[in-house]
């Protein structure tokens, strides 16, 4: 995280200086905090007890949808058009690197907590299910006896 926001810094601060790449680095910010408001949601949702509720489901997945598809999708393609642009400084284009680079080690991050809420949601419904089978299953088996 540190390291986003460094190299965010950085970004920033050579577009000021240097005088180009103003528009890029603007969308680079906006691709990159475009998610925030959701991580905040989370922490609240946390700090009220109702993370584990079918609304914090929804913000994880909207969190994890919104940020495949503006960091990897649309990054993908503007970070294509920074590399084979003949008028972007190679400094501009290495922050390009930096910051693609940073998005895809997050998006792995992010792919292995949704991998893993996923198969723990699945474990737990699977094991009520049992349960309401078995607990059926006495039930008939009482019926049955009586």
């Known amino acids: 995280m540190m390291a986003h926001h460094a190299?965010?810094?950085?970004g920033i601060l050579l577009a000021l200086s240097m005088g180009v790449s103003?528009?890029?680095?603007c969308c680079v910010i906006f691709g990159s905090e475009i998610t925030n408001p959701l991580l905040q949601t989370r922490w609240f949702l946390r700090q009220l007890g109702l993370y584990d509720s079918l609304l914090g489901d929804a913000?994880?997945?909207l969190f994890?949808?919104?940020?495949?598809f503006v960091r990897v999708g649309v990054g993908t393609?503007?970070?294509y058009c920074e590399?084979?642009?003949?008028?972007?400084?190679?400094i501009m284009k290495l922050g390009g690197v930096v910051m693609y680079g940073l998005a895809w080690v997050f998006m792995v991050d992010i792919a292995r907590f949704g991998y893993k809420k996923s198969r723990a949601k699945y474990r737990k419904w699977k094991e009520n299910h049992k349960c309401q089978e078995e607990s059926a299953k006495k039930l008939i088996g009482f019926s049955e006896n009586s």
């Open 77 to 79: 393609v503007m970070f």
């Open 7 to 10: 190299a965010s810094i950085l």
């Open 59 to 61: 913000v994880d997945l």
């Open 22 to 25: 103003g528009c890029e680095t």
């Open 83 to 90: 590399l084979t642009s003949s008028r972007t400084s190679l």
């Open 64 to 68: 994890i949808l919104l940020f495949a």
